[in-house]
């Protein structure tokens, strides 16, 4: 039997000498992995943007950051629709209601895209995604959830394709034009009901991650109310 | 050099075969089902199990005749789990689509019975170089397991065979559209949990009627 202070030490020892070499990896590993987190979300947003991965040329995370820089204009805007400066990496799209990141697709000069950031209350978590609209502000041109923690199989499934796949050119303003966003109905759309447009196929299992997935796009996409009313009056940046 | 003699063989070969962890002692399931989807992520498993396995074989081992009896389970938790959190932290860091695929399981390998078991079980008792072959092979009667499982799984369930490439995935083989317009239709039983199940139960029955081991009633 060894004695307290024997034991202690050793404990001692032992953590101090893992702790050392757990810390030592996370300082040399950290940037790379800083730089992955960027590149992933920016891949997201080129996702929902329409823009297609090449097979036989994957996107590695320098070629998302050249195909990024050319072709996406990222700016803020602020709830009256004016452009206002900001950091878009610190931008918290959940917190802050001040600085609304908007990133657009830009083809020969013109807006092929937008792509703006939404996230809410699923069943288990806060879902983020990017929902991308077309230059008429109405039709939705692709979206893409990238980080959630609902269950595989069942709420999980929003990250699919099958399921995103469903709210290409569905619109997100009523007659009046309001913006009304997606709704995520139980089971299927029924395409003679005249709110069809409107409406994209559940997840069968996952009820309140669909209720939860139509709460927040309509209500973050009304923050960009103002934004996406100039840019569909004016048809400019 | 002791290595490679027909006792060492011993301890490398019996954890592939008749004394698999998976098949025969039926420890590690829970990553097991979870990991299975897809061959890319069973490979990339049972290569960072097979590594925290057998350095924390080889790093318990030579500690061995120091670790007080009374802290023991401590130390052997501390060294495993220190080693799984750098694993976690090279693949955020060097492949990092399969390490968000993986989530979660790969921090749960600190939780995977076969790694305490065989630090309990054997590294406390032998000597560095023993231990570290052990490892290998639990290591890789683990891995040959899942991968079978991920083999049939992803082939029937999605109707591709992924191999790891660094990013998500290369496809190796996709069954082709026309067989699918002919009326083919993939298992999606077989990528939920109960078709794992399924598929674990059948190749544990097969392994264990190889080898012809009947459980005593």
Redesign the interface.
Known sequence: ??SNA??LG??FV??AI?GS??SF??IN?RD??DY??K??VKKNILRSLSFEEDVEN???NDLVETIFSENVQAFCVDKLGNKIDCVLEDVDIEKNQSQLPVYIKVVDGDIAGIALPVAGKGLWSTIYGYIALEPDTDTVLGIQFYKHGETP?LGGEVEKSWFINNFKGKKIRDIQEEIIGIEVVKGKVNLENSKSIHQVDGISGATVTGRGVSIFIAEDLKRYEEYLNKVRTSGTI | MELFNSESKKIISDPINVNNPISLQVLGICSALAVTIRVDQAIIMSLAVIFVLSSSNVILSVIRNFIPNRVRIVIMLSVIASLVSVVDQLLQAYMYDMSKQLSVFVGLIITNCIVMGRAEAFALKHGPSKAFLDGIGNGLGYGMIIIIVSFFRELFGSGTITLPNGGAGYVLFSIPESWYAAGYENIGLLVLSPGAFIILGLVIWFQRELIGIEEEA
């Open positions: 039997m060894h024997y034991t050793f404990v032992v953590t893992l070499i757990l990896t996370k590993v790379l992995q992955n987190l590149a992933d994957p996107w590695t199989g």
